[in-house]
Protein backbone atom coordinates (compact mmCIF):
# COMPACT_ATOMS: atom_id res chain seq x y z
CA UNK A 1 0.00 0.00 0.00
CA UNK A 2 2.78 2.34 1.03
CA UNK A 3 4.63 1.36 -2.32
CA UNK A 4 1.34 2.55 -4.42
CA UNK A 5 0.72 5.86 -2.13
CA UNK A 6 4.78 6.72 -2.95
CA UNK A 7 3.75 6.32 -7.03
CA UNK A 8 6.19 3.48 -7.86
CA UNK A 9 5.34 0.69 -10.17
CA UNK A 10 7.36 -1.67 -8.70
CA UNK A 11 8.26 -3.01 -5.23
CA UNK A 12 11.56 -2.63 -3.73
CA UNK A 13 12.14 -4.98 -1.06
CA UNK A 14 15.39 -3.41 0.12
CA UNK A 15 14.42 -0.35 1.04
CA UNK A 16 13.41 0.55 4.73
CA UNK A 17 10.07 1.63 6.35
CA UNK A 18 12.30 5.40 7.11
CA UNK A 19 13.51 5.44 3.32
CA UNK A 20 10.08 4.96 2.35
CA UNK A 21 8.50 7.79 4.27
CA UNK A 22 11.31 9.96 3.08
CA UNK A 23 10.33 9.34 -0.03
CA UNK A 24 6.30 9.87 0.15
CA UNK A 25 7.62 13.09 1.99
CA UNK A 26 9.77 14.23 -0.47
CA UNK A 27 6.83 13.72 -3.09
CA UNK A 28 4.61 15.73 -1.41
CA UNK A 29 6.64 18.74 -0.73
CA UNK A 30 7.42 18.91 -4.22
CA UNK A 31 3.78 18.84 -4.87
CA UNK A 32 2.51 21.41 -2.14
CA UNK A 33 2.04 24.89 -2.19
CA UNK A 34 4.66 27.29 -0.76
CA UNK A 35 2.34 28.73 1.80
CA UNK A 36 1.48 24.88 2.76
CA UNK A 37 5.44 24.22 3.26
CA UNK A 38 5.83 27.45 4.86
CA UNK A 39 2.94 26.73 7.65
CA UNK A 40 4.62 22.87 7.99
CA UNK A 41 8.10 24.45 8.76
CA UNK A 42 6.64 26.56 11.14
CA UNK A 43 4.99 23.91 13.08
CA UNK A 44 8.18 21.67 12.65
CA UNK A 45 9.69 24.91 14.73
CA UNK A 46 7.41 23.81 17.34
CA UNK A 47 7.85 20.68 17.57
CA UNK A 48 11.55 20.64 17.74
CA UNK A 49 11.35 23.44 20.36
CA UNK A 50 13.26 25.68 18.78
CA UNK A 51 14.26 28.25 21.87
CA UNK A 52 13.53 31.88 20.51
CA UNK A 53 17.03 33.09 20.42
CA UNK A 54 18.18 30.26 17.76
CA UNK A 55 14.73 31.28 15.81
CA UNK A 56 15.99 34.99 15.23
CA UNK A 57 19.72 33.03 14.68
CA UNK A 58 17.89 31.65 11.69
CA UNK A 59 16.04 34.25 10.38
CA UNK A 60 19.82 36.80 10.44
CA UNK A 61 22.07 33.92 9.35
CA UNK A 62 20.89 33.81 5.81
CA UNK A 63 20.66 37.08 4.93
CA UNK A 64 24.63 37.73 6.59
CA UNK A 65 25.75 35.17 4.30
CA UNK A 66 23.95 36.58 1.25
CA UNK A 67 26.05 40.05 2.01
CA UNK A 68 28.89 37.83 2.09
CA UNK A 69 28.49 36.50 -0.98
CA UNK A 70 27.31 39.18 -3.10
CA UNK A 71 30.48 41.47 -2.10
CA UNK A 72 33.16 37.95 -2.20
CA UNK A 73 31.89 37.81 -5.89
CA UNK A 74 30.40 41.45 -6.94
CA UNK A 75 33.79 43.33 -5.37
CA UNK A 76 36.41 42.16 -8.28
CA UNK A 77 34.52 43.94 -10.77
CA UNK A 78 33.63 47.13 -8.81
CA UNK A 79 37.28 47.07 -8.13
CA UNK A 80 38.13 46.95 -12.04
CA UNK A 81 35.37 49.39 -12.91
CA UNK A 82 37.00 51.58 -10.46
CA UNK A 83 39.98 51.70 -11.78
CA UNK A 84 39.04 51.86 -15.34
CA UNK A 85 36.87 54.96 -14.32
CA UNK A 86 40.11 56.43 -12.75
CA UNK A 87 42.29 55.51 -14.91
CA UNK A 88 41.54 53.89 -18.08
CA UNK A 89 41.79 55.28 -21.45
CA UNK A 90 41.05 58.31 -22.69
CA UNK A 91 40.25 59.90 -19.08
CA UNK A 92 41.49 62.43 -17.31
CA UNK A 93 43.37 60.64 -14.62
CA UNK A 94 45.18 59.02 -17.42
CA UNK A 95 45.97 62.11 -19.53
CA UNK A 96 50.30 62.37 -18.60
CA UNK A 97 50.28 58.87 -17.07
CA UNK A 98 53.20 56.59 -18.88
CA UNK A 99 51.00 53.73 -21.10
CA UNK A 100 51.93 51.06 -19.21
CA UNK A 101 50.24 52.90 -16.10
CA UNK A 102 46.62 53.00 -18.46
CA UNK A 103 44.48 50.65 -18.52
CA UNK A 104 42.83 49.98 -22.11
CA UNK A 105 40.04 47.64 -20.73
CA UNK A 106 38.77 45.18 -18.22
CA UNK A 107 41.07 42.21 -19.19
CA UNK A 108 44.23 44.50 -19.55
CA UNK A 109 43.08 46.51 -16.22
CA UNK A 110 42.74 42.56 -14.35
CA UNK A 111 46.50 41.31 -15.88
CA UNK A 112 48.36 44.66 -14.50
CA UNK A 113 46.57 44.91 -11.34
CA UNK A 114 47.60 40.79 -10.86
CA UNK A 115 50.71 41.44 -12.62
CA UNK A 116 51.73 44.43 -10.02
CA UNK A 117 49.93 44.22 -7.19
CA UNK A 118 49.05 40.29 -6.72
CA UNK A 119 45.71 38.50 -6.96
CA UNK A 120 44.52 40.18 -3.71
CA UNK A 121 44.29 43.55 -5.53
CA UNK A 122 40.98 43.01 -6.47
CA UNK A 123 39.69 42.66 -3.22
CA UNK A 124 40.82 45.95 -2.21
CA UNK A 125 38.49 47.87 -0.12
CA UNK A 126 36.18 44.70 0.88
CA UNK A 127 35.63 45.77 4.75
CA UNK A 128 33.66 48.38 4.24
CA UNK A 129 30.89 46.79 2.14
CA UNK A 130 30.93 43.69 3.69
CA UNK A 131 30.25 45.30 6.67
CA UNK A 132 27.40 46.84 5.08
CA UNK A 133 25.97 44.36 3.27
CA UNK A 134 26.00 41.91 6.10
CA UNK A 135 24.21 44.05 8.13
CA UNK A 136 21.71 45.50 5.63
CA UNK A 137 20.70 42.24 4.67
CA UNK A 138 21.08 40.76 7.93
CA UNK A 139 17.90 42.87 8.65
CA UNK A 140 16.60 42.68 5.62
CA UNK A 141 15.40 38.89 5.60
CA UNK A 142 14.24 38.95 8.99
CA UNK A 143 12.30 42.30 8.35
CA UNK A 144 10.15 40.77 5.01
CA UNK A 145 9.83 37.48 7.02
CA UNK A 146 7.61 39.54 9.88
CA UNK A 147 6.22 41.85 7.30
CA UNK A 148 4.65 38.91 5.59
CA UNK A 149 3.65 37.28 8.63
CA UNK A 150 1.89 40.43 9.57
CA UNK A 151 0.06 40.99 6.08
CA UNK A 152 -1.04 37.51 5.73
CA UNK A 153 -2.86 37.47 9.41
CA UNK A 154 -6.70 36.82 8.79
CA UNK A 155 -5.75 35.77 5.13
CA UNK A 156 -5.58 32.10 3.36
CA UNK A 157 -1.55 31.22 3.33
CA UNK A 158 0.04 32.61 1.11
CA UNK A 159 -2.81 35.65 -0.50
CA UNK A 160 -2.20 39.06 0.07
CA UNK A 161 -5.58 41.05 0.18
CA UNK A 162 -4.96 44.63 -1.57
Known amino acids: VLFAACGSSSLHPRRTRTSQL ?3 AHQQAVNMPTATAQVMNDSLMEIEHTPPVHKRILDILPGVSGGVARIMVGQPFD ?3 TRLQVLG ?3 IGAQGMPPEMVYTNGMDCVRKMIKSEGPGSLY ?3 VAPLLGNMVLLGIH ?3 FTKTR ?3 EQGDAPGT ?3
Open 22 to 24: QLL
Open 79 to 81: TIK
Open 89 to 91: KGT
Open 124 to 126: KGT
Open 141 to 143: FPT
Open 149 to 151: AYL
Open 160 to 162: FSP
